[in-house]
């Protein structure tokens, strides 16, 4: 199922703490033209959902735009904001700082789990 692909690739990116881009995570996920990107981005806003449903850091945060200064795109901070987990403006120091925790949370929880 392409949620369960979508977790396991961004584990594995949390645990050696690497970002990615939409662009190269839709290809991870073999998406196929049109609106790949899109489709990406829909997917990754269903796994922030579950992750705070679940009280675990939002593995979405590794996926960044390549154009926002390793920023997440705008529907994470305004998915974020729906869940009830940043309040701001998807832009600015509120954005980055909430990025850069969400990030830290993310590299803690999933390097415990390391292999090697």
């Known amino acids: 199922m392409l949620k369960d692909r979508l ?12 970002l990615v881009t939409y662009k190269d995570l839709a290809e991870r996920l073999c998406l196929m ?10 997917l990754l806003e269903n796994l922030m959902a579950e992750d ?20 997440p795109a705008r529907g994470f901070f ?11 403006a998807p832009e600015g120091p509120a954005a980055r ?10 590299f803690d929880f999933y390097g415990q789990f390391r292999s090697g």
């Open 52 to 71: 705070a449903e679940a009280g675990r850091p939002l593995l979405a945060a590794l996926c960044v735009g390549r154009l926002r200064n390793d920023l």
């Open 33 to 42: 033209p049109p609106q790949t990107i899109h489709r990406a981005a829909g």
């Open 97 to 106: 700082d909430f990025h850069i925790r969400e990030l830290a949370r993310v």
């Open 78 to 88: 305004m998915t974020a904001e729906a869940l009830g987990l940043f309040a701001g």
């Open 7 to 18: 977790r396991q690739i961004l584990i594995e990116l949390a645990q050696t703490e690497t």
